[in-house]
Nanobody
């Protein structure tokens, strides 16, 4: 599956953005999907994700209550709604998918086989 991430941009602290991760070639109904981010000089970190069935959703503590991951009914696009953005949310955001990942690995970026190209989110103070 090919993934295309979009929706990044420059926003002031306290603002909102919605990122999109569109799949081409097939739906994401059989895939666990997650968003990761990587700030300059830092390791890639888990942000949010859900299981292949969509029955399990998890968030990093740093974004819990502010970000929401969801997908459309056709299961071809996954969204990350980001509210109350902070300067420390500044990073390149990547979406990732995998159809064989186990639950214990959902937050591990090396466990995902398919990646979007990344979209830059910059939050100014």
């Amino acid at each position: 599956v090919q993934l295309q991430a979009s929706g990044g941009g420059l926003v002031q602290a306290g603002g909102s953005l919605r990122l999109s991760c569109a799949a081409s070639g097939r739906t994401l109904s059989r895939y666990a999907v997650a968003w990761f981010r990587q700030a300059p000089g830092k390791e890639r970190e888990f942000v949010a994700g859900f299981s292949r069935t969509g029955g399990y959703t998890s968030y990093a503590d740093s974004v819990k209550g502010r970000f929401t991951i969801s997908r459309d009914n056709a299961k071809t696009t996954v969204y990350l709604q980001m509210n109350s953005l902070k300067p420390e949310d500044t990073a390149v955001y990547y979406c990732a998918a995998d159809d064989s990942i186990i639950q214990s690995q959902y937050r591990n970026y090396v466990a995902y086989d398919y990646w979007g190209q990344g979209t830059l989110v910059t939050v100014s103070s």
